[in-house]
């Protein structure tokens, strides 16, 4: 029924009367030719931009290839100048480039192409003049603080020229600045590092601009993950002196990211995570797996320094501006379990103190690390949280795999099988209904390992190799951390049990429980058991190939069957059977694919005859 | 209009920057040319594999070696300024020292100070054109009896390095080059 079936229904019924109708019916028609006209001018408006990104990107490009072009020109009869041609021809550029920024203020202020392409032709003048000129002192530049005197002498493009193609050279600039290696690098003022802090600093107001007004907002976004990028990197280019203290600076500065990332001034409306929170998150979690590994953290070496490295200065203020934005948010926010998670800025700290008094800190850090990202993990999942639940799962797989390091050899491949079981079972609830009755590409790519790891295990070889005659006992510590995490992952398993045997009738759930299950079998046995991996894997296959057999599905009925002459072939290698044995059962396994094959076709065709 | 004014007085403020500031090098550099004492460095014969990169010869200079009296007055990564003297086979080091004087070079001390120690110079890289920067490379790996130089001008610190020589003609210009009395 359509508006005006819907008013001569009313009048007919006694609601409104005949002049209500027309008055209403007027409006609607009215409003109606608005909203035509509007979306009509959103439309070339998008049309409109569209147009001009393309141009702007055209309009750069040419301005990049036209800048070496005259460069590669000067460059190719250099020899035969004298020095002063050769510097007044280096100074060129710059002189057109000021013609070009001066008409582009004067004459095309609000033009987005000439504001980015004058920006851009500025950056290329300058670098090309300060190039020429080292050259004709024979300087090489990074000896010389040529990326700064080129960064310091075009970053004011950024705001008089308004341009944002200019943040980004200038970004590049910085990062290429921290390669220069110059040689009095003793003042604070003349190391790099510092060179590139301060004019990352001078951006400041930029930034401040763009995520206030978050416009343009493909710059808001993707400034999101440019900002972190370049100030990580630059953490890490600058490495010079104790490891510790270079992570200690990325951890906090990740930290402050996230923190940042979800403060007032980035948040979206509907508090879903930005993309700057997640950068951060992500980069806490894995940082934080980074001390898993070394047994020496070195903390207690942390201020033995030389005295030109300023850069311990910076673990103090960055770890207050942490404290301050986390003060900040939970005065404006209630603490819940829901972000509790956000003072993981504090995790490292007693940490750090205990090894920088020199006690052996890694034990209680691991057992620590994998105590949190557990109820990490059950909050996530019963608030269907993807970006909490994936770098804590991340991080119990990092222990795991640095617990494999530690341990003797069998039960560190027991270790390794947990992974992929870990997977698996953790995640599921975050499926959605549509995927009930089919594997995901990674769930598929999971499989593979597992597969994988019960092949392995079904070569006695593999066994012998890694069963030593005397193992090393394990630590009590070990032992518990073990038994804690597989608990964590069968109490995880109950936990979620509806949704685990709902996908796919429960058959990859159970497999993950079964493969770590039967391999510790093997590791703690004493008898070799090899032979029970074969079985385990002919069993699997014949059950597929039965069952894809009924629903006619022919590629898993091939894998099935694929799968079964790789447990044939594998043992081709390692049993003792006469080789006509193994021939025909070879023979036996190639015919059955056609045989198989042949019977699924044959019962697809009667099906469709039906 | 108001904020075009000031964007352009911002503009010609920066644009002077940008012209002046290669003019205050270059005035610099050219101070050390006209006023700087020449040195000739000897040049080792150059690994033919290793040293050509783009358009810039990698020179090979022979590092001296240079005896302190008293190295505990130097540190690892200190300043130095080096004084130098002719010799037959090249410039030596006179002495090192903290304080600059006129014809002194501005160096760092990579090693750790010992009454007896190498000395890293600065002259690394020559810049030319391709196909020249190909042919000096043949001459100077070449024949090891050559006697090769860089000629650079030290003026308080700073240095421009002007030629490269071999057997007293420029490898730049083709032409014959004066040599101090004690290298002919």
């Known amino acids: ?610 | 209009m108001k904020t075009t004014t000031k964007l352009l007085i911002g503009l010609a403020v920066v644009s002077i920057i940008q012209l002046t500031f290669p003019l205050f090098f270059i005035s610099a550099k050219e101070q050390v040319i006209e006023d700087g004492k020449e040195y000739l460095f000897r040049i080792q014969p150059v690994d033919p594999y290793d040293f050509f990169q783009g358009r810039y010869v990698s020179l090979n200079v022979q590092p001296l070696s240079c005896s302190l009296d008293n190295p505990d007055d130097f540190k690892r990564y200190d300043i130095v300024y080096a004084e130098f003297e002719q010799d037959s086979l090249g410039a030596t080091i006179k002495q090192l020292s903290h304080e600059k004087t006129e014809h002194s070079l501005k160096l760092k001390l990579y090693g750790k100070p010992n009454k007896k120690m190498r000395i890293r110079l600065p002259f690394k890289r020559f810049f030319l054109e391709e196909n020249k920067a190909k042919h000096i490379e043949l001459k100077l790996s070449g024949n090891s009896k050559h006697r090769n130089y860089v000629h650079v001008k030290i003026l308080d610190g700073d240095f421009v390095m002007t030629d490269i020589s071999s057997n007293g003609k420029s490898l730049i210009t083709g032409k014959p080059v004066q040599l101090p009395t004690l290298l002919q």
Not at chain 1, 193 to 222: E, N
């Open chain 1, 1 to 610: 029924m359509n508006l005006k079936d819907f008013l001569e229904d009313c009048r007919k019924e006694n609601i409104i009367d005949q002049s209500t109708v027309d008055r209403m019916y007027d409006h609607f028609l009215s409003r109606d030719k608005e909203r035509v006209i509007n979306a009509q001018n959103r439309s070339q408006l998008s049309q409109n931009s569209k147009n001009n990104g393309l141009i702007i990107t055209v309009s750069i490009i040419g301005v990049l290839l036209i800048g070496f072009g005259i460069i590669y020109l000067f460059a190719h009869n250099w020899d035969h100048l004298s020095r002063s041609t050769k510097t007044v021809l280096s100074l060129l550029p710059v002189f057109l480039s000021v013609l070009v920024n001066v008409f582009t203020v004067i004459k095309r202020k609000d033009n987005v192409i000439w504001q980015e392409t004058a920006a851009i032709f500025s950056f290329l003048a300058t670098g090309s003049m300060l190039a020429l000129i080292l050259q004709v002192y024979q300087l090489p530049g990074i000896e010389n603080y040529f990326f700064t005197y080129w960064c310091i002498l075009c970053l004011p493009m950024v705001y008089l020229l308004k341009s944002h193609s200019a943040v980004f050279c200038a970004m590049i600039l910085m990062l290429l600045n921290l390669t220069s290696n110059p040689m009095d690098q003793s003042a604070l003022y003349k190391i790099p590092w510092f060179g590139s802090l301060i004019m990352f600093s001078t951006l400041i107001p930029y930034f401040k601009r763009l995520f206030t007004l978050r416009q343009p907002s493909s710059l808001f976004t993707m400034h999101q993950l440019f900002v972190p990028l370049v100030v990580c990197l630059s953490a890490i280019a600058s490495i010079s002196g104790p490891h510790s203290s270079i992570w200690l600076i990325l951890f906090l500065l990740l930290a402050n990211f996230h923190l940042f990332g979800s403060s007032v001034l980035l948040r979206r409306s509907d508090r879903s995570p930005t993309l700057m929170g997640i950068i951060g998150y992500i980069g806490v979690s894995l940082s934080l797996t980074y001390l898993l590994f070394s047994e020496n953290w070195g903390f207690e070496k942390i201020m033995e320094v030389e005295t030109h490295d300023y850069r311990l200065l910076f673990i103090p203020l960055l770890f207050g501006m942490g404290i301050f934005q986390l003060v900040r948010y939970f005065s404006k926010e209630k603490m819940t379990v829901h972000n509790l998670y956000k003072w993981i800025i504090l995790l490292p700290l007693p940490f750090v103190l205990m090894n920088y008094l020199g006690i052996n800190a890694l034990p209680a850090y691991k057992i620590s690390l994998f105590l949190i990202a557990c109820p990490v993990i059950h909050l996530a999942q019963n608030k269907k949280d993807e970006w909490q639940i994936y770098p804590a799962l991340g991080i119990i797989a990092v222990i795991i795999l640095s617990l494999s390091y530690d341990v003797s050899s069998p039960i560190s491949f027991f270790l390794l099988s947990l992974i992929p079981s870990l997977y698996y079972l953790v995640p599921i609830p975050l499926l959605q209904e549509k995927y009930k009755n089919a594997l995901s590409a990674d769930q598929v790519i999971i499989l593979c390992f597992q597969f994988l790891f019960l092949l392995i295990a079904s070569f006695g070889g593999f066994w012998m190799a890694v069963k030593p005659t005397e193992p090393d006992p394990m630590t009590n510590f070990q032992v518990g951390l073990i038994a804690l995490i597989c608990v964590g992952l069968i109490f995880n398993a109950i936990k979620v049990r509806k949704q685990l045997l709902a996908h796919l009738n429960g058959f990859p759930a159970i497999f993950s429980l079964l493969v770590p299950t039967v391999i510790l079998i093997g590791c703690v046995s004493s008898a070799n058991i090899e032979h029970l991996y074969s079985i385990i894997l002919l069993i699997i296959g014949v059950v597929v190939l039965i069952l894809s057999a009924k629903k006619s599905n022919l590629t898993v009925a091939n894998l099935a069957l694929g799968l079964i002459g790789l447990v044939m072939v594998c043992r081709f290698f390692d049993l003792k059977m006469s080789l006509t044995v193994k021939g025909i059962l070879f023979i036996l396994i190639g015919s059955s694919f056609f045989f198989a094959n042949y019977l699924i076709l044959k019962s697809r065709k009667h099906e469709n005859n039906n």
